[in-house]
């Protein structure tokens, strides 16, 4: 099985991944791994990559760009891909290459994709937590910094869908935004008037709020942490006029009774900034 065509819509271009790639690696090495250069620089190894535990798989276009950058003849053969569940003990990829560069970018290589294997592994648990409602489960802007773009790519993977990259693509007006234009059909006229082209919601904190902002016009409204029953009680007085967003707090145990109110949208923060990284080991076979 390969990436399917929607993933591979979200990988970032190569060039993209080579700049990322190489900022990591000059973190990491600097001048040089004076470790590695124990090893006789002409040595050539195979490694091979499983997992200890079950994941979803994220973060293989990474692994292998930082060996082809040290090594270009360096070639790896992948089992599972982006996207996919793995299982403890699994046999992911193998490595061959010159020994220097393995071991120089082992670290790196890892800490892609162990990091993005487990925010694709988090967003695969929210995704099966409301499996077979019509809801849309999106990332937000918490990301750790550096990595937005991987790991909206990692949510992806895991089944989960993107908010706004950052402030240049959506205008999400928030309470402070609010406060500052004076009021939300204030806020909202001023969004208009940029003839930004680019999708518009605001943030309400309570059904008085939310009325304003539909008789305002408001397309898409993002609800801060109203209870289940005021969440039920925001559907109801939307009448499908407007999309609406639940967001504040949502974690594994309360997303799907929030699903069940008839939210359009719920968007969790902790896709992207609590994530744990895969237990994964990559095993040096020899020459």
């Known amino acids: 099985m390969t990436l399917t065509t929607d993933l591979t819509s979200f990988l970032p271009e190569p060039a993209v991944i080579a700049a990322q790639v190489a900022a990591a690696l000059a973190e990491d090495v600097g001048a040089g791994d004076l470790t590695a250069a124990l ?4 040595q050539r190894t195979r490694a091979e990559l499983i997992t200890r535990e079950a994941a979803t798989l994220c973060g293989s276009a990474w692994f292998e760009m930082v060996f082809k950058q040290l090594d270009s003849d360096c070639r ?9 569940r793995i299982a403890p003990g699994q046999h992911l990829c193998t490595l061959e290459g010159n020994t220097r560069a393995v071991l120089t970018g082992e670290r790196t ?19 099966d937590a409301v499996a077979g409602l019509p809801v849309r489960v999106l990332d937000t802007r918490k990301t750790l910094p550096g990595l937005r773009i991987q790991q909206k790519y990692a949510v992806r993977c895991g ?13 999400l007006i928030k309470e402070n935004h609010i406060v500052a234009a004076g009021s939300i059909s204030a806020a909202l006229a001023a969004a208009r008037a940029l003839n930004a082209d680019v999708a518009i919601e605001i943030e309400v904190e309570s059904l008085a709020e939310m009325a304003l902002a539909l008789e305002a016009g408001a397309q898409l409204i993002l609800l801060d942490n109203f209870s289940l029953a005021q969440l039920r009680e925001a559907v109801k007085l939307n009448g499908g006029r407007a999309q609406l967003e639940a967001s504040g707090n949502m974690n594994l145990a ?22 744990t990284a895969v237990d994964l080991s990559l095993r040096v076979m020899g020459g």
């Open 76 to 84: 790896v053969s992948w089992a599972a891909h982006d996207g996919e």
């Open 39 to 42: 090893i006789p620089a002409a």
């Open 159 to 171: 089944g989960c869908d993107n908010h706004r990259i950052g402030l240049f693509d959506m205008i």
């Open 109 to 127: 290589a890892m800490n892609y994709l162990q990091m993005l294997s487990g925010t694709a592994t988090r967003a695969r648990q929210f995704a």
């Open 254 to 275: 309360t997303i799907r009774a929030v699903a069940e109110t008839g939210v359009n949208r719920i968007s969790v923060g902790g896709l992207t900034k609590d994530v």
